[in-house]
């Protein structure tokens, strides 16, 4: 298939590239960067996103069957405090980037558009621990996040419900493995290993990872099938920061993570970082695993972890 990607040189998209190539897809990518071009392993197009002419240009020029969107904009460190503020950019083109993209695609004839998505922070923080695509979003944000969550209800609202092209949007989970925060030379990683990421009260967010080649084999399988909606990429393991965190330090050979109370957190990482740490829900994989034919090779985070740093 002729498979175009939008953010072809990202965490994701750079996994994925080689096994679509591997597979036997004529692949192009986008990047604003000439010089990562040519890095990428598929025809690079080099433009910005967020030009529209430019967009559609490239996009009826390929004539894709399928396109993929894989923008956003977190490279740096993670600002918890100013949540939405880290994530105006990403959120830009979780928005208008989405909807340039999506244009374009409906009128070069594309038959199928995948997107990424997220779930973590994103679900409804009461109930049950555990949320699958049934749940709602979260109906009260952080006022720190609400930006950020209106961008994700954007890609799950329109991807699906575009006509003339069927829509996926994958929700994967808190990325770990190569290129990513949470991976070798990370700066996630780097800063847990310092000891300066603490358990934050009782620690009892529950968090989702997924390795990022279980994502992209996941977004394989969106992108050669006819599955529309959305789906939770995560792995088998929902876990309570109190579980992870420790157990992720211990990897990464530093001491046990410190302890600090909410009331002395909050000046630091805001009602949202809090939130992630004491109030934030897992979410469940099983509709994917069903309806995609896909599970992940690190079906969870406790291997996964040991193979990406120690493997
Ligand atoms: N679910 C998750 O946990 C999740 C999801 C996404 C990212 N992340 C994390 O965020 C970190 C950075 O992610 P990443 O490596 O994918 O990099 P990124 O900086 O978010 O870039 C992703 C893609 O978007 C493009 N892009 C970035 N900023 C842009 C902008 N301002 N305008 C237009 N296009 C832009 C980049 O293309 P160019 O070649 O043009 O730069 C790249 O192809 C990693 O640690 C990753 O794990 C986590």
New binding site residues.
């Given amino acids: 298939m002729r498979i175009l990607i939008a953010?072809?040189?990202?965490?994701?998209?750079s996994r994925l590239v080689p096994m679509l190539v591997a597979r036997g897809h004529e692949v192009f990518a986008t990047?604003?960067?000439a010089a990562?071009a040519q890095q990428l392993g598929a025809t690079a197009i080099v433009l910005?996103?967020?030009d529209r002419d430019a967009v559609c240009k490239a996009v009826l020029e390929v004539a894709p069957e399928v396109v993929v969107h894989?923008?956003?904009?977190?490279?740096g460190a993670f600002d918890l405090k100013h949540f939405d503020r880290f994530f105006h950019?990403?959120n830009v083109?979780r928005t208008r980037g989405l909807d340039i993209l999506l244009d374009a695609a409906v009128a070069a004839g594309a038959h199928r558009f995948v997107a990424?998505g997220?779930t973590g922070w994103t679900n409804e923080r009461t109930g049950g621990p555990v949320k699958t695509e049934a749940d709602p979003v979260d109906p009260t944000p952080t006022p720190a996040s609400r930006e950020s969550l209106a961008a994700i209800r954007h890609i799950e609202n329109t991807v699906p419900n575009t006509p003339g092209i069927e829509g996926i949007v994958l929700r994967?989970?808190?990325?770990y493995g190569p290129?990513?925060?949470i991976g070798k030379g990370?700066d996630m990683a780097e800063t847990i290993a310092k000891r300066k990421v603490p358990i934050v009260g009782d620690g009892a967010g529950v968090w989702s990872f997924i390795h990022i080649d279980d994502a992209a084999q996941a977004t394989v399988r969106a992108i050669e099938g006819t599955q529309t909606g959305v789906y939770n990429i995560v792995d088998d393991e929902p876990a309570q920061v109190r579980e992870w965190l420790p157990y992720l330090a211990n990897v990464l050979g530093a001491k046990a993570p410190m302890k600090v109370p909410v009331w002395l957190a909050k000046p630091l990482i805001g009602e949202h970082g809090v939130s992630m740490m004491t109030r934030q829900r897992g979410s469940s994989n099983a509709k994917a695993k069903q309806e995609l034919g896909w599970k992940p090779v690190h079906a969870t985070w406790r291997e996964g972890f040991l193979t990406e740093f120690n493997g």
């Fill in positions: 953010g072809g040189t990202g965490a994701l998209g990047t604003r960067v990562k910005d996103p967020l894989q923008l956003t904009a977190l490279s950019q990403t083109l990424q997220y994967y989970g808190s990325f290129g990513n925060g990370g």
